[in-house]
């Protein structure tokens, strides 16, 4: 399945546009998003995880979302491929999420920013644009 996201041209950085039907699709699509650029695909996805994350609003919500999984990436050494968001609020996230032992990084990233951060919900989805520190 292609993930909905394009890279978008940045100086220093590496920064993406994403979008989704609507806001938990988008919040799923950018996690998608960030591990395809990260990482291969794990050789088994025999690992799950639920998890919560809060934060003041719906765009701190986003960056707070992609750092907890760049973190559970780091410290697990895990690759993550499915996303599926039980309950999203302005300020909440539930997931679960699955995956897989790393088995080839293809680029580090550091920590998702709130640099040029879009989030937005048109008449078509929802779309955001994401730059991370690499």
Do not use: C
């Not at 395809?36 to 690992?47: H, S």
């Not at 895990?78 to 088995?103: N, P």
Request: a negative charge; hydrophobic letters at 45%; aromatic letters at 6%.
């Amino acid at each position: 399945m292609k993930i909905p996201y394009e890279r978008i041209e940045h100086t220093a950085d590496l920064a993406i546009r994403v979008t989704g039907e609507d806001l938990p699709d988008l919040f799923a699509n950018a996690a998608a998003a960030l591990f395809d650029l990260m990482a291969e695909p794990p050789a088994a996805v025999d690992r799950r995880h639920e998890v919560v994350v809060e934060s003041i609003d719906l765009e701190g919500l986003l960056v707070d979302w992609l750092n907890k999984l760049i973190f559970m990436h780091e410290v697990n050494g895990e690759t993550y491929t499915r996303f599926e968001i039980t309950a999203l609020s302005e300020t909440e996230l539930r997931a679960t999420i699955s995956g897989g032992a790393t088995t080839r990084k293809l680029k580090t990233i550091k920590a998702a920013t709130f640099h040029e951060l879009i989030v937005a919900e048109t008449e078509v989805g929802a779309q955001a644009q994401i730059i991370f520190d690499v």
